[in-house]
């Protein structure tokens, strides 16, 4: 569907390969939260009404869209784990009430991953045997199959068990981006450098043949900017010269073709080449000067442009320099800071009742129709209701 691809592109850009441009009122960090916002919300809506069977009374038969369900939860589980899946349920609770029906992310990757081995028989089939047993098919593909039994181990909170799955999963498929980035986010999670670099080669050979091959005879394949990009974080994750090497030209190449798309993941990448080399004021350029920026700033699936500005800190505290410290404060400041006072965790909103307080009051940007009649209700509450942008 629409919403599947819209939020794929979200997640493998972490936000700026986005349809939504978001609301701009508050600054571009909160435009970067909010488009991407704006995506997990749509795709929240379908995956709620085709994944919650107990919702409907004398029901039929049983739906299922594992998919839309992997695309909207397995990238908060691979990053935050379980328990930040609860508190975003904890959130939606409480600024969703009034709609009666409460979308939960925990209670849709439960149902999906319910079904990772879901099997149907068929009509018994004569066999060589003459025995009449019958035929069982699963329900989903492979691929969907794997993917569940990974979003299964990151609700159990196994990351190095769901790890296992999506390396797998790239051998059998390494065209899937998706999973690619499920998997270097994982490896980013748990800490574990030669996961991300197994993910990365699994699929290395796959995506240079779509790229025209080695001599670039024919044509390249649409996602293959996108798919350079990851490849490349994967690569600089090893302590290898060659692979950092590898990794820093692709990071370069891809952010040559597209800086839109995959600009924030190349940064990333680059900053773990620069890093590795000791390349501090390369890295302070790349990611607190204003040309390495405005490569990450319209990230804002999962704060990802807020982790790169704390990158920035970390190497500008490094490079020594006279008031550095004081720089890499301010870049902390700029972008953690920002986060806690948008979501009410700063000193006046815990004040005030916390983040589930201010998040009720928040109100609706003007780029959002409200369709409901009365007052403006809040920005959660729009987002459910069905409301879409002008």
């Not at 904890?90 to 029906?101: F, Q």
């Not at 991953?113 to 492979?142: C, G, M, Q």
């Amino acid at each position: 569907t629409a919403s599947f691809d819209g939020m794929s592109l979200c997640i493998l850009s972490r936000g700026s390969a986005n349809i939504h441009t978001g609301n701009d009122a508050d600054g571009p960090d909160a435009r970067a939260f909010h488009a991407s916002s704006l995506a997990w919300s749509e795709i929240l809506r379908y995956a709620w009404d085709w994944n919650c069977n107990h919702r409907r009374e004398n029901a039929e038969s049983i739906t299922s869209a594992p998919m839309l369900v992997v695309a909207s939860a397995a990238p908060a589980l691979a990053q935050g784990g379980s328990h930040y899946l609860r508190r975003i349920d904890k959130l939606l609770d409480t600024t969703t009430r009034e709609l009666g029906t409460v979308p939960s992310l925990w209670t849709m990757a439960h149902n999906a991953a319910s079904f990772r081995d879901a099997v149907w028989k068929t009509a018994p089939v004569k066999s060589s045997s003459n025995s009449d047993d019958p035929e069982i098919v699963h329900l989903l593909t492979p691929r969907e199959r794997w993917h569940l039994h990974a979003l299964h181990q990151l609700l159990q909170n196994n990351h190095q068990e769901a790890m296992g799955a999506y390396l797998r999963l790239l051998e059998l498929f390494p065209g899937d981006l998706l999973a690619l980035s499920l998997a270097l986010d994982v490896a980013y999670t748990i800490g574990d450098a030669s996961a991300a670099l197994r993910a990365a080669t699994n699929v290395s050979t796959y995506w240079m043949e779509r790229d025209g091959g080695a001599l670039r005879l024919g044509r390249s394949h649409p996602a293959q900017n996108l798919a350079t990009s990851l490849i490349s974080v994967g690569l600089s994750s090893s302590t290898t010269s060659s692979r950092a090497s590898s990794a820093e030209s692709m990071a370069e190449l891809a952010i040559a073709r597209d800086s839109d798309g995959t600009g924030g993941t190349s940064v990333w990448a680059l900053s773990h080449c620069l890093a590795s080399e000791g390349r501090s004021s390369e890295m302070v350029s790349k990611l607190a000067g204003f040309d390495g920026t405005q490569f990450y700033e319209a990230c804002g699936f999962l704060h990802f442009n807020i982790r790169m500005r704390g990158y920035g800190g970390i190497a500008t505290l490094d490079c020594k320099r006279g008031g550095s410290d004081r720089s890499a404060v301010r870049m902390y400041d700029g972008g953690f800071g920002n986060v806690l006072d948008y979501s009410g965790n700063n000193v006046k909103g815990l004040d005030g009742g916390g983040e589930e307080r201010y998040l009720r009051d928040v109100r609706v940007p003007r780029s959002i129709k409200e369709n409901m009649s009365g007052a403006v209700s809040s920005l959660f509450t729009g987002w459910f209701s069905g409301s879409g942008p002008n």
